[in-house]
């Protein structure tokens, strides 16, 4: 039977995607505006997040009136809960594309340190994920899900590396690179934090299909459960 | 209403929905100390809590049951158990056998032509369907309310007073101080207690549904059947019935019927569903509305049949 609550949720999702999108495209381009050194794409990304802001308040609004509602219970109850969850990570993402931007807007007056190499693979395994997590979403899919929380460790080195190098390569060795290894630094934390909200989001689809709360019990992660008894 | 609950939370120590156990030990000191009931509960997860409550302190078994109405079986192997001092929410479509289930318990159906059951049901660990027990007694251990309320045709005072005249008792003030308690605990005392001798019918619906209920207390059951107790109701009506079936399982076990499912999961801790005179789910409360285990349940509990 298609309930009205079907087609409503439906919305939701097209929501989340659209916004996924968006948030998609703010990650990749305050990386090309880093790359290039670029500043008003840089600050066409700051501008931007204001219309991801109107669109968190939106979805949550719907949500919260779906859930006042229709009053939801079981596997509608735990997609709504996630999509409420997904949208506000997916609003925090775009909120550290903003400070990327900032960042590249600070450097972009100065000759780049270096040519930048793990720091853009950083940010398309970031964009990766975002977009990983948001398909498995989509799809009830909790294996994809799992994949996504299963990589995160990978950015985690790559962002260590990144900023080791920073330190010891540069800063510690000539302070007068200082200006310019900070701002990079501090945007390597910023993806590195995107991954995060990647992998949370990953976090909450799992809850969603298998009801199983993972955040904070990672070791208890395992391969996904078969379906319902009939 | 809003008043009987924040009274129940002042009794008891208020519900955190935190696992005690997650907290560290030096902020939990800070708090009131613990009842020792608490400190067991922080030894042992929810679900340990479950299974003792569970096995230890049953006040219904219903065992391998079936029920028939002539060659019609109304209900189908039900196996099931009731912890004391729970409310059980009794759900599935109409006609699936959650009344007929519900008068089970105090034998209710029994005044019904070429019935046939099998199986056991225990209350207190006493057979119920045993020959020598006496139907008079059982039926006041096990009360019984129904959806349209039915005061009989005498003041409101006599409503709840006739229980205990019919059990011959005859004593004028434990008569009238049971029937002061009976009103308070249901709720409606300071509503009738200025007109106590007045028509039970001069009530609004909602008011007679809890003059019943303070009926089916007043002999004093341990067990209460409510049988859709809201359903004929307005919401300020049902929502007092709700808050007073909160107070009501501190000293009674509660077993309802109802067709809103919404008051089902407020009002019940363990939920069974019901179809086609079978049990096909029976788990807490929360479970059953956040993660059924059968598909067929979810289906039932998100509106996609019933
Ligand atoms: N007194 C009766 N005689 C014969 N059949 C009955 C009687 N009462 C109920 N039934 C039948 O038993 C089944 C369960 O009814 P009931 O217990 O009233 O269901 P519910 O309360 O879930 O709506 C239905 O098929 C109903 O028609
Ligand atoms: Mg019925």
Redesign the interface.
């Given at each position: 039977?298609e309930?009205h609550?079907d087609e409503e949720m439906e919305i939701v999702k097209n929501d989340l995607l659209k916004m996924g999108i968006m948030v998609e495209e703010a990650i990749q381009n305050s990386i090309e505006a880093l790359k290039k050194q670029d500043a008003r794409l840089a600050s066409k990304v700051i501008s931007d997040d204001e219309r991801i802001d109107e669109m968190d308040n939106q979805i949550e609004e719907k949500i919260i009136d779906l859930l006042a509602l229709f009053?939801?219970?079981?596997?509608?109850?735990?997609f709504l809960t996630t999509a409420m969850h997904i949208n506000s990570e997916l609003e925090r993402i775009a909120d550290l594309t903003v400070n990327i931007s900032q960042r590249v807007l600070e450097l972009s007056e100065q000759p780049m340190l270096k040519p930048l190499i793990d720091i853009p693979k950083l940010a398309a395994r970031a964009k990766h994920m975002v977009r990983e997590s948001i398909d498995s979403f989509i799809k009830h899919d909790e294996k994809q899900a799992l994949d996504v929380i299963l990589s995160d460790k990978e950015s985690n080195q790559l962002r260590t590396m990144v900023i080791q190098e920073l330190i010891y390569d540069y800063m510690v060795k000539d302070a007068s690179t200082v200006t310019r290894a900070v701002p990079l630094l501090l945007l390597t934390r910023d993806l590195e934090r995107i991954c995060d909200h990647a992998t949370a989001i990953a976090e909450d689809v799992i809850y969603m299909v298998q009801?199983k709360m993972v955040k904070h019990h990672r070791a208890d992660l395992k391969k996904p459960k078969s379906?319902?008894?009939? | 209403m809003t008043k009987l609950y924040m009274e129940s939370l002042k009794e008891k120590s208020p519900k955190s929905t935190i696992d005690q156990s997650t907290i560290p030990d030096a902020i939990q000191d800070r708090g009131k100390s613990m009842s020792d009931k608490d400190k067991q509960k922080k030894d042992s997860s929810a679900e340990n809590t479950k299974r003792k409550e569970l096995t230890e302190n049953l006040k219904i078994t219903v065992r391998n049951f079936n029920f028939y109405y002539g060659p019609m079986q109304a209900l189908k192997n039900i196996n099931m158990e009731v912890v004391t001092n729970t409310v059980v929410g009794i759900i599935g479509p109409s006609g699936c056998g959650k009344s007929t289930f519900l008068r089970c318990f105090n034998r209710m159906n029994d005044t019904i032509a070429d019935i046939r059951y099998e199986g056991d049901i225990h209350i207190d660990g006493q057979h119920i369907f045993d020959k020598n027990l006496d139907v008079v007694d059982l039926r006041r251990k096990v009360g019984m309310v129904f959806q349209k309320s039915n005061p009989f045709p005498k003041s409101i005072f006599e409503n709840v007073a006739y229980g205990m005249k019919i059990n011959g008792v005859k004593d004028k003030n434990k008569i009238a101080a049971t029937v002061e308690r009976s009103l308070k605990h249901a709720a409606i005392w300071d509503e009738v207690k200025d007109r106590l001798n007045k028509s039970a019918f001069a009530l609004s619906g909602g008011q007679q549904q809890r003059l019943c209920i303070a009926r089916a207390l007043a002999v004093e059951p341990q067990v209460l059947l409510l049988d859709e107790p809201a359903s004929a109701l307005d919401p300020i009506a049902t929502s007092k019935i709700e808050e007073l079936i909160h107070e009501l399982k501190k000293d009674y076990t509660i077993l309802i019927v109802t067709h809103n499912?919404?008051q089902a999961?407020r009002v019940s801790d363990y939920t069974a569903f019901f179809m086609l005179g079978e049990l096909y789910e029976y788990d807490q409360t929360n479970k059953?509305?956040?993660?059924?285990?059968?598909?067929?349940?979810?289906d039932y509990?998100?509106?996609?049949?019933g």
């Open positions: 039977m309930r609550l009053q939801p219970f079981a596997g509608d109850l735990r009801a379906q319902k008894a009939e | 499912m919404q999961a059953i509305f956040t993660n059924p285990s059968r598909k067929i349940t979810e509990v998100t509106g996609r049949f």
